[in-house]
């Protein structure tokens, strides 16, 4: 399970990245900006006269899947952190072998010396 909650953190890192950047890219609605400044102008020439539209749509697709990989981790691991407890509980078990518990010998016990009966006097 932690293999793939380690795959689907580096998805949302890149899916992250991707978002800063799509959005750093659109122009700003009075056409200047960071967006003009990190080439608005070269994404009208490679996407065409509705650029505008393509990194729309590439912004509110990669802002959903964000959203739904950073839900599916919160619940992946909150199932490995309950999985987990259920098995940090459970003891192991070690199995003696017969030769090894037949050489040990067990400790002597320590008896406390008889108290004397006390007397009894006749009346």
């Known amino acids: 399970m932690s293999i793939v909650l ?3 953190t580096f ?5 992250s990245v991707f978002l800063i950047l799509v959005v750093l890219a659109q122009k700003a609605k009075n056409d200047g900006g960071v967006g003009a400044a990190l080439g608005g102008g070269m994404t009208e020439s490679a996407f065409g006269a509705d650029t505008g539209n393509v990194l729309s749509k590439a912004t509110i697709n ?6 739904v990989l950073s839900f599916g ?3 992946g691991h909150i199932y490995q952190r309950t999985h987990a407890a259920k098995n940090a509980d459970a003891l192991p078990t070690i199995v003696v072998p017969p ?9 002597p016990e ?4 008889a108290a004397p009966a006390p007397e009894q006097k006749a009346p």
């Open 6 to 8: 380690g795959i689907l």
């Open 11 to 15: 998805v949302l890192i890149l899916i």
């Open 62 to 67: 990669a802002a959903i899947a964000f959203f």
């Open 73 to 75: 981790l919160y619940l």
């Open 99 to 107: 030769a090894a518990a037949a050489t040990t010998t067990p400790a």
């Open 110 to 113: 320590a008896t406390a010396p």
